[in-house]
């Protein structure tokens, strides 16, 4: 609802409106559990919330069997924990400091879960085509902050 909005909104002011969709590689499953933590700290959770929560993503670990018969433990150092109630609350402190990047008139950032787009209006395709790659990349270097990647073979202009 909130693109169809700023389309319609540039739209009727006679402007065009892009958005760009970013598809991040295994969102979920790929977010670094410091970027967690950072987010927890960002965002003043109170020292008991962040210890239960630290507890929560500390000594998390797979096993499996190698090729030689042997269980082999593996340290996760990535991931938001799955089948978790707090998947998506994790998820969402994290990934907050993309919906913070700095943006100019014109210019918004729409998230659904991990589904991220960039969307640039204005009076001219040029100067929105420009504005929308720009925060674009700004946006992509920040997802890169976090310790996320970026499919571009995913990514559209629409």
């Known amino acids: 609802m909130r693109v169809r909005s ?6 009727s002011q006679g402007g065009v409106a892009l958005a760009i ?3 991040i590689v295994y969102a979920f499953n790929y977010l670094p559990l410091g970027a967690i933590r950072s987010a927890l700290a ?5 020292p008991y919330l962040k210890n239960v ?3 929560y993503l500390r000594d998390r670990y ?8 042997r269980k082999i433990r593996r340290e996760i150092r990535r991931g938001v924990p799955q089948g978790s109630v707090l998947r998506p609350l994790l998820w969402n402190l994290a990934y907050d400091a993309v919906l913070r990047v700095e943006l100019p008139a014109g210019v918004d950032i729409v998230c659904y879960a991990d589904d991220t787009l960039v969307v640039a209006s204005g009076v001219t395709f ?6 929308a790659e720009f925060r674009a990349e700004v946006v992509v270097a920040k997802i890169h902050e976090l310790g996320l990647e970026i499919a571009p073979h995913k990514t559209e202009a629409l």
């Open 126 to 131: 040029e100067r929105v085509k420009e504005l």
């Open 6 to 11: 700023l389309s319609e909104q540039a739209v």
């Open 53 to 55: 929560i630290g507890d």
């Open 21 to 23: 969709s970013l598809d």
């Open 42 to 46: 960002h965002h003043q959770v109170p």
């Open 62 to 69: 797979i096993l499996y069997m190698g090729q030689n018969g």
